[in-house]
Structures are given as structure tokens and as C-alpha cells.
RNA sequence: GCCAGAGUGGCGGAACUGGCAGACGCACGGGUUUCAAAAACCCGCGGGCCGCAAGGCCCAUGGGGGUUCAAGUCCCCCCUCUGGCACCA
């Protein structure tokens, strides 16, 4: 035989990609109503890195994508499938990402649909913008001001209060304040959970939604409390899943940072909670500890006076700052009731648990039991008295049942992220003022626009300085950046909204009544809103320029200026000083050294400066600008001293979980503690902490400041939305998923989404690997293979041996292109396809790809062959086929590409097969594979098409159906089983009726033999499977 | 610690609602071809036992119990690993 032909890959991409029908991509068409489209699949944006990268999880989410869209295709669909790049995501930054997606979607023969999206274009980012005001507007987005720890010299940043000294290089700690935008959901929890179950979603995805948002059914209950001496009653909601334990509630803890703590804090006890304090954050104190406040509350069961305490043990999900502490039914509260000699009482009675001889309880117990000690409840169990409690307490007024999540807020923009900047502006006058709609975007600067740089946008003082919107006063523009997720949660519609590149009405930048000053006329970018090169004009502004404090600080263990984040503000502005009259810090230099950190910790996005006072100040205060920096007009104004330390000599507690303040305060942040009412979401953040059980009319109000503009409203969207198949990254944790699925209720709600649910069906398509597996694990082999193939194991020929160290030189370095220049992008595709289970990981090399080479060449071959002598086709031909079709198909709407990519080779086995005779496979048969494998290697299959002189489009030619008569052929075999074991086969009629197959069964010889003269007791017959013979148990004599 | 998921040949991995375990690929062994090698092609390939052979038997889906005519699949206990949560989103 001649040297067997190989599929000649490179002439023939090259033939396709030069044609001129070749073009993969396609546009929405301009008339929705005529069109095909009718199938979304959706690939998870991405971070498309350039450079080599030992990475191709994007790709094999493209390549997934585009093959089922491919299926589609030839389902008379024209499937959309839009391809974003997420460039704000932490990714190299180097060059043009959306280039590259380009060439790599073109190496790889992967369709789009319409451009290719990049979120950091200004006129994607312009509407991740607009969202986020919708969101602001609407009461969900707040402000909020967080301490943070950060080590002094390498600038890692901790929890506040969690640490005494850097626990990666041991440098001191101190405080720092940051600011971050949070997204309250806990309006849209219980829905959150409830859809899961609608929608298709992998049972991992399902659960790991609802452990996210960790829904927590419990009861609130409100103490009055007051200060030790004083008659007049605050209010304080705790939240506890056990309210039936309430008769032994014998103190309350609360964070030692929780707002409440104010209100009753007595005077006799400031200097102890303020010493408590200062030795929790120095790590001095244990976990379990706490501090008295003087102040009590008061049991609304039995109405006794209990002590209130701070302790950081208040802090323990799902309690969100306070808990009433039931100690013997607590092992940590047990053990700090005894430390501090307060009270136990047993409430939940069992003769199981240890008492003492006075029938004390000697330990906590933490079982079942009847209630005790607990008045007119006593001897109930525990289930039934936690109803009746409620309702004793619910007449009372002081109780409902109430649902908590552990993720109640999501983080939708921090300082010192790169990504689109939050638009709003901070004025001294009118406060947080939103950026009008038809300014927007707002660009980022320009040395900014390319990449992240240190500092962030608040290293930018052009970019800082605005004029307020509301009263035209100068002010700071907001400094935060917004998180790539936001720009990618609503990246689904973007795709299906062609025009939202250009001009939107209501979005012009250039309007009329545009109040823009002097910050305007400087940024060049902002010109030239749309599709926008920013032309970079070369880092105008090095870091180094700025901020002196930056230099100083380093290594220094002095502090340095006190709150050097305000050196962004121009200095006539000086919006959010602090009353000079604060009491400077005198207290606690430690805790002014903020300052910013020189190199970015590893795992920090990179952190600024700015960052402001809480609370627009009074307009009187002015904090003196000693202008260190006097570089152009804009100098720096000197911090405000005593930012935290004035905030809590106020009494501007931090409401949050000792670490937060919130400007405008999110709910459950109010000094009541939320109660997440389940069915309205949105209640109106604005007014601070005020009660809103007026929900209507905040949600009426809300709605009057949303935008009226429906920039999301093309024709597409509701005809393509929800998402049939959104293919997600493997890196994608659940939050994220939940973070998408939030927001697309979110724009439901407000009109701009027709759906609440973003996508029908969700597949995970994991990560994977270029190059040999990692290394060769060691403690694997030794034990077993230790005699025989191990040894033999070449390690020298070309990458083979798995296990068998490097592979030889010159053959691993790889890349897409490189691999694709040489096996093909077809091998390079079945490659990801084949590599394993779309969730799980999987690893290309040069190996695979040689093996997904060698399958496209027997192709090849088989073709060939046929084309030249195929004339008929057999039955037996036939049934293969229809069963491969069947496969194939299945296989790949179930999401499952592997096992479709097998179906195809065991066919293409099946004519390799000796029986098979080169002429059985006529001209349909070709056809049929042909279509099949279309999808999963384009290139071959259109050169075979091509080769086989059909002229109709091959990408549209109609998807072969499987005839079930085929699938299942007429006559099928049936195992037979004897006392469940295998011991026979037959051929019999596939649909024979079960008493005929029992009888045949029972007719076999080598039936007959196995049960001899034993009773046949029970014969089990699964019509079309198998046949299985029971005999009763042998006559019992050598029993 | 809490919650969830997964453990199948030497490897990646198949197996629809319980119904012939190991599809497909790799690796490995033998053979054909070749001066030789590569490539290609053919045969074999979970383990053990009986048999000259055809063939047959037994054991095998992390371990141990159970339900069932029948268990990788369902139930209980244990072991191991992974992921999520708990200190960050």
C-alpha cells in the first residue's frame, strides 16, 4: 500500500480562510422580525490575556460555544453567540486584547456574532456606569468607609482589628480607611434561592448558589435597652435563630464597634470599652471575651435586666452584630458566662446533660430537650414552644420571623480598582451627586485607560476635580473603581444591542446644557467618546510626580501626615474636612499613619489614595491645606487630622461589623438591624438608618429618580432573552454567578430587561492547562508499577511516557497559534473538546494534539476511500450510522462534547473494520458524517464536502435525524441471568412479548443444564433488556 | 469546624430513569512493513483460576454492611480527596 494520505490541514484552512464565503462572523440582522435567530449561547466574558499564555480555558469556552451554535446552524438557526472580552479584569495588561481574541476566534474558525466586545471601552463601560447610578438611585448602591489594617511596609491589608503585625513580613500594623460601594440584595435573597430551582442549573452550581447566599431562617427580636442609670429606652434587634431559648437570655453581646453602643455606653465605662477595643485590635484580648458597656436591656419574656457587653463574639454569622446570649446552650457563651461570672440559666431541659448535685447544669448542653425555666412555655419541647414564644413575643410587638443571608451586599466598586470609574461627584454642598445620564461615561484618564496604575484614579487630580452637577460648586469626582463584574453581568444584553456603540439617545455627551468645566477641557479622551482609542499620550502623569507621602512612607514606622488621601482634592475645595475642632487624634498616633502602599500586595488590586471623610462635613469646617505638592494649579490640600478618631469622638460609630461606616446607610446597617422583609426588594437606602416600613412610597420615590431612558430595548433582547446556554468559566465561584443573576432581576425590575432570570441553561466549562501535566508526582508510582512497565518506559521519544519526566526538548514550547500552525485548528479544537467533561480541567499538549491529528488523518483516509468505491450501503452500515447520529446528537445538547467526539470515532472505527467493505457507504452516509463532524473539525469537513462535489452550504445543510427503528434495531440480543449472574445470551426479536422470551430462555441448553432439576422459582423479564431466571434455593441437604 | 460533591483498568474518562462495568482515547505488549528508525497498519490489553483448544468459572467500580431477581448507580457506617462556607469577595 502506498504511504497512507494525510489530511493536508494547512493547504486546505488556508484554501477556506482565503475564500471569500469564509467569514465567520456575522452581524445581528438588521430586521428582527424576519430573522432566524432564536438561540443564544452565550460564553462567559473573560479576561483574554495577551502574550503566551499556558491558559486556553477562554478558548475552549469559544470553541464549546461555537460548536453547539454550529449544531444550531444546520438546525436552519442562526445562533448568536457573542464574544466579550473583560479587559478591566486582572489580566497582563500589554496590548490590545480585543486584537487578539480576534486572530485567536479567526485561528480557530470560532463564529461571532458582531464585534468583539471589550468592557473597557468607554462606550461599553459608559452604560456599566449608568447602572451603577440605576443602582445608586434606587437605594441599593451605598458608600460605605471601611477601616482596614494594612502593613506599613509591604501594604498587605487585613481585616481591621484582626491583627498585631503583618503576618507576611512582620511589619507594623495601622489603620486605614477605604472606601467601597456595596450593593445590598437581601431584598432579593429569597428569590434567589427560589429560581434555582427553576432553572437548569448543575447541582454544584444550584447548591454552591444557595451556600453563597446562605439563607438563615430565625426570628428578630427587639430588647428595649438604656444606659445604667437613665430611664429613656433605645432600641436594639437581635437577630437569633433559637428565640425559644429566650427565658434564658441572661446577657446580650454586641459588636464592640455596633452603634447601638453609643446609646447605652455609661460614662463610668467608656475608658474600659475604649481600652477593650484598643487590646482586641492589638490581638490582646482571646476570642471569647468581652467588655462591659454599663448599659442593660431589658428580657421582654421575663422582663429582667440583663447587661449588655461588647464582644467581638457578637459578630458570628448569621448574628449581624448582636446576639442574645442563651450561655447553657453555648460552649462559647457557657465559657465566657463563667469568665465573667454572669448568670446561666437552663432553658432546654434533658436528663442526658451533666448536672451538678445541685442539678445545675455542669456543661453547656447543646441538645434536644423540653423547655424549662421558661414560665408558662415550660415542659413544651422545643419545636412547638418556639412557635408559641413567637407568638407570645409577636403580641407583644417585639418579634417576627425574619430571614437573614450571609451575603446580603455585594462589592460593586472599591478605591484603588482599575475599572470604569463610579459617576458621581462629592460636593461639599449637596453631597453624593450623581453624574447626569448624558455626560456619561465618565473616562477614565488617560493613563489609566490602558491599565492599572498605582494610586488608582485618585492618583489622578485632574480626573478628582469636578464641578457638583447639582449647584455647580467645585468637587471631587468619586475615585472608585467599579469591579469587573458589574461590566460583565450585563454583557449578555450588550451583544444583543448593536447600536449601543453609537449614539443613544438621552447619552450624548455633548448636550446642551452641559455644565463641564475647567476638569473637562484638560482630558483629552473625554472628547472623543465612542469606540474610542484612548490615545494613550504616555503616562502624563508618572507616579512618582505625585504624592511625597508615597515616598516617605515606605519603611518609615513614623506616621506620616495624617490621612494623605485627601492630597487629591484641588485644595480650594476642601469638601470633606473634618471640624477642626475634632480632637485631632491627639489620642492615637498609631492610627493616622495611613498611607499608601508602595508595592501592591500579590493578591490586592492596586489601592490609591483618596478615599474621604464619611458624612459630608459641615461647610465650616475647613481642615488646612499645607499644600505639600504644588504641582500646577492643583494643590493638594493637607488631610484632615482625626479622621476615625474624630468620627468616634462624635459618636459616628461605625454601624457595620466593627469595620464599616456607611454614608448612606444601607439597611441593615441601621442601628435597628435589617429586617430583610422577603417580598420587597429595594427598599430606599436614602435617609440613612430611617425605619422604611413605608416601603411603598420609598420605592415610589426610588423610582422617580431611575432613569427614563430604556437604552436596553432593542428587538433582540426580547426575542433572544434568557440566555439558552450560557457557558461559564470554571473560575467563576458561585457569588459571581449570583452577582449576574442579582442584576438581571435588578433591570427586570426597573424595566430595562424583560427577564429576571439571565439564562435558561448553564453549562461549567473548566480550565484548561497548555503543556505536559505539571510534573511527575512522585509518591504515585513506586508502589505499584514497581517490576514491570515502569521500567520500560521510554522517556526519551517525544512527550510519550505520561509519567516519564520532561518530554524531550524543542517540542513543548506552544502556544495556540503555535500548536494550531501545527496540527491543525481542527486538532487544536477536537482538543478541547476531547480533552475531558466540560467542568473539569483538562490539559492540551503537543501529545493530544498529535492524537486528534492522527483521527482527523484516519478520516481522511476513510473518506478518500469511500468517495472512490463506496456504492451501496448496508443494513448493518446503517444501524451504525443512525446510532451515531443519535450519539453525536445527544451527546452534544447534553453538554457532554466528549462523548459526542467518541461516537464519531467509533464510527469511523466501524469502517475501518475488516468486515467493513470499502464500498459500503454510499453518497448519503458520506453526507450524514460529513454534517456530523462539521461542527467539531469546520475545516475537514469542508474540504470533504467540497471533495465530494456538493455545492449546497454545507454550514446550513439540514442536521440528520436518528431513526429510532435504527437506533434500536429489530433484533436485539438478551443476556440471560441465573441467580443474578450473566450466564447466557440470545438473539431473539427486540420487541418479543415477555412470556415468548421466557420460554426461549428457559429452552436453552445451556439453561436447562444450569438449572438441572431445580425449581424454577420466579423468572424476571425486562421487555427489550435481558432475561432473569430465579431458582429456588437447593433442597437443603448440605446445609 | 459546617455544608456539598467525588472516589471506576497503568492514565484521561464512558455507563439514559438500578439491567451485559470499562465506550472512546492514551499508554503498554506482540506482529506486519523497513537496512534501521519514525510513521502507518493488524492483534491483544482489569485481576485470578481451569482447559491443548473452543470455551468456562471466580473476584473486581475506596472499605464494610444492607435492600433487590439484579447495585458503579439506592440506604447505613467508615476512609480518602476536592470544592464552598467559617477569617475575603
Known amino acids: 500500500m502506498d504511504p497512507q494520505p494525510t489530511y493536508p490541514f494547512a493547504e486546505v484552512e488556508a484554501r477556506w480562510r482565503r475564500s471569500p464565503s469564509a467569514r465567520p462572523d456575522r452581524d445581528l440582522p438588521a430586521d428582527a422580525s424576519k430573522a432566524a435567530v432564536k438561540h443564544y449561547i452565550y460564553p462567559w466574558p473573560a479576561p483574554f490575556s495577551v502574550g503566551g499564555r499556558a491558559d486556553l480555558s477562554i478558548e475552549r469556552r469559544w470553541v464549546l460555544a461555537d460548536t453547539l451554535a454550529r449544531l444550531q446552524g444546520h438546525r436552519a438557526q442562526a445562533p448568536v453567540v457573542p464574544i466579550v472580552v473583560d479587559g478591566f479584569a486582572p489580566a497582563p495588561p500589554g496590548g490590545r486584547p480585543a486584537d487578539r481574541a480576534r486572530e485567536c476566534l479567526e485561528t480557530l474558525e470560532i463564529r461571532r456574532t458582531g464585534e468583539v466586545v471589550d468592557t473597557t471601552a468607554p462606550a461599553f463601560y459608559r452604560f456599566t456606569q449608568w447602572i451603577f447610578l440605576e443602582l445608586h438611585l434606587k437605594g441599593l448602591a451605598a458608600r460605605i468607609l471601611k477601616r482596614v489594617d494594612a502593613c506599613t511596609r509591604c501594604g498587605r491589608k487585613y481585616r ?84 425559644e431559648r429566650i427565658f434564658g437570655v441572661t446577657f446580650i ?58 464582644s467581638p463574639l457578637a459578630s458570628v454569622p448569621p448574628s449581624d452584630g448582636a446576639v442574645m446570649a442563651v450561655p447553657a446552650h453555648d ?89 470604569p470609574p463610579v459617576p458621581v461627584v462629592h460636593c461639599k454642598r449637596c453631597g453624593i451627586v450623581p453624574v447626569p445620564e448624558h455626560e456619561l461615561p465618565v473616562e477614565l484618564p488617560p493613563e489609566l485607560a490602558a491599565g492599572p496604575v498605582e494610586g ?73 467618546p465612542a469606540p474610542a482609542t484612548p490615545a494613550v499620550p504616555a503616562r502624563e502623569a508618572p507616579p512618582e510626580e505625585r504624592a511625597p507621602e508615597a515616598a516617605q512612607a515606605p519603611d518609615s514606622s513614623v506616621p506620616s501626615s495624617p490621612a494623605p488621601h485627601l492630597d487629591v482634592l484641588p485644595e480650594d475645595i476642601d469638601i470633606f474636612a473634618v471640624p477642626s475642632a475634632a480632637p485631632a487624634a491627639a489620642g492615637d498616633p498609631a492610627q493616622e499613619s495611613a498611607q499608601e502602599s508602595a508595592e501592591e500586595p500579590a493578591e490586592e488590586p492596586a489601592e490609591g489614595p483618596g478615599g474621604e471623610e464619611e458624612r459630608p462635613a459641615e461647610p465650616d469646617a475647613a481642615a488646612g491645606g499645607s499644600g505639600e505638592e504644588g504641582e500646577g494649579p492643583v494643590a493638594p490640600p493637607e488631610a484632615a487630622p482625626g ?3 474624630a468620627a468616634v469622638a462624635r459618636g459616628a460609630i461605625e454601624p457595620d461589623l466593627a469595620s464599616t461606616t456607611v454614608e448612606e446607610a444601607l439597611p441593615q446597617q441601621s442601628p435597628r438591624g435589617t429586617p430583610a422583609k422577603e417580598p420587597g426588594p429595594a427598599k430606599g437606602l436614602e435617609g440613612g438608618g430611617e425605619e422604611a416600613d413605608d416601603e411603598d412610597d420609598g420605592e415610589e420615590e426610588a423610582a422617580d429618580r431611575l432613569s427614563s431612558l430604556r437604552p436596553f430595548s432593542g428587538p433582540f433582547v426580547p426575542a433572544l432573552l434568557p440566555v439558552d446556554t450560557a457557558i461559564g468559566a ?122 486528534m491529528q492522527r483521527f482527523l488523518d484516519r478520516i481522511w483516509r476513510q473518506m478518500l476511500l469511500r468517495r472512490e468505491r463506496g456504492r451501496y450501503v448496508s443494513r448493518r452500515m446503517l444501524v451504525e450510522k443512525h446510532q451515531m447520529i443519535h450519539r453525536v446528537t445527544e451527546r452534544l445538547q447534553a453538554g457532554k462534547p466528549h462523548t459526542a467526539v467518541a461516537a464519531l470515532m ?71 441471568f441465573v441467580d443474578g449472574r450473566l450466564r447466557d445470551r440470545m438473539q431473539q426479536p427486540a420487541s418479543l412479548e415477555p412470556e415468548k422470551l421466557e420460554s426461549r430462555a428457559l429452552q436453552r441448553d445451556r439453561i436447562r443444564e444450569l438449572v438441572g432439576s431445580r425449581r424454577v422459582e420466579r423468572v424476571v423479564v425486562v421487555p427489550q433488556r435481558l432475561v432473569s431466571i430465579v431458582l429456588a434455593t437447593e433442597p437443603p441437604r448440605q446445609g
Open 160 to 243: 481591621f482589628g484582626s491583627l498585631a503585625s503583618c503576618r507576611a513580613c512582620q511589619g507594623e500594623i495601622s489603620e486605614r480607611r477605604e472606601s467601597e460601594w456595596w450593593i445590598d440584595i437581601s431584598g432579593y435573597g429569597e428569590r434567589l434561592v427560589q429560581d434555582l430551582e427553576g432553572g437548569q442549573w448543575p447541582r454544584e452550581e444550584m447548591l454552591g448558589q444557595k451556600d453563597v447566599l446562605g439563607r438563615v431562617r430565625g426570628s428578630e427580636v427587639s430588647f428595649q435597652v438604656s444606659r445604667l442609670f437613665e430611664d429613656e429606652y433605645a432600641e436594639l434587634v437581635v437577630f437569633t435563630t433559637h428565640v
Open 253 to 310: 453581646l454586641v459588636d464592640p464597634y455596633h452603634p447601638i453602643v453609643e446609646a447605652v455606653l455609661d460614662p463610668a465605662y467608656e475608658d474600659d470599652v475604649a481600652r477593650y477595643r484598643e487590646r482586641l485590635r492589638k490581638g490582646a484580648e482571646p476570642r471569647i471575651s468581652a467588655a462591659r458597656t454599663g448599659g442593660f436591656a431589658l428580657n421582654p419574656a421575663n422582663l429582667r435586666r440583663i447587661p449588655i457587653l461588647v
Open 331 to 419: 460552649p462559647e457563651l457557657w465559657e465566657l458566662a463563667k469568665r465573667l461570672k454572669l448568670p446561666i440559666r437552663e432553658v432546654i431541659h434533658n436528663d442526658k446533660a451533666k448536672f451538678d448535685s445541685q442539678s445545675r447544669l455542669e456543661e453547656p448542653w447543646l441538645g434536644d430537650g423540653v423547655l424549662t425555666n421558661s414560665g408558662s412555655f415550660t415542659s413544651l419541647p422545643v419545636r412547638v414552644g418556639r412557635d408559641r414564644v413567637i407568638g407570645l413575643l409577636n403580641r407583644k410587638g417585639c418579634c417576627q420571623r425574619a430571614t437573614r443571608f450571609r451575603r446580603s451586599r455585594l462589592l460593586a466598586a472599591a478605591q484603588g480598582v482599575w475599572g
Open 456 to 528: 488608582g484614579l485618585a492618583a489622578s487630580k485632574r480626573f478628582v476635580r469636578a464641578s457638583c452637577p447639582a449647584c455647580g460648586e467645585a468637587a471631587a469626582r468619586d475615585a472608585d473603581g467599579i469591579l469587573p463584574w458589574l461590566g460583565t453581568a450585563w454583557a449578555y444584553l450588550r451583544a444583543l444591542l448593536p447600536g449601543l456603540d453609537g449614539p443613544v439617545e438621552g447619552f450624548q455627551g455633548q448636550a446642551p446644557g452641559e455644565v463641564r468645566p475647567e476638569a473637562t477641557s484638560s482630558d483629552a479622551t473625554r472628547e472623543a
Open 643 to 645: 479622621g476615625e478618631a
Open 730 to 851: 470554571g473560575s467563576l465561584r458561585p457569588g459571581d454567578i449570583l452577582a449576574v443573576r442579582f442584576l438581571a432581576r435588578f433591570l427586570q425590575e426597573t424595566g430595562h430587561s424583560p427577564v429576571a432570570e439571565p439564562f435558561r441553561r448553564y453549562l461549567r466549562a473548566g480550565a484548561v492547562q497548555v503543556g505536559p501535566p505539571p510534573a511527575v508526582p512522585p509518591p504515585k508510582s513506586p508502589a505499584k508499577g514497581a517490576a514491570g512497565p515502569a521500567e520500560k518506559a521510554r522517556p526519551g521519544d517525544g512527550g510519550r511516557g505520561p509519567p516519564g519526566g520532561a518530554p524531550a526538548a524543542g517540542e513543548e514550547p506552544r502556544s495556540l497559534s503555535e500548536l494550531a500552525g501545527r496540527f491543525g485548528a481542527d486538532a487544536v479544537r477536537l482538543c478541547l473538546l476531547f480533552g475531558g467533561p466540560p467542568p473539569r480541567p483538562i490539559a492540551v499538549d503537543v501529545h493530544r494534539a498529535r492524537c
Open 906 to 976: 467509533r464510527f469511523v472505527r466501524f469502517l475501518e473494520d475488516r468486515e467493513t467493505a470499502p464500498e459500503d457507504m454510499d453518497r448519503f452516509a458520506m453526507r450524514t458524517f460529513i454534517i456530523l463532524l462539521s461542527p467539531f473539525a469546520p475545516f475537514l469537513a469542508r474540504e470533504l464536502w467540497a471533495a465530494m462535489g456538493e455545492t449546497d452550504d454545507l454550514a446550513t445543510a439540514p442536521w440528520p435525524v436518528a431513526s429510532d427503528e435504527l437506533v434500536h434495531p429489530p433484533e436485539r440480543e438478551f443476556p440471560i
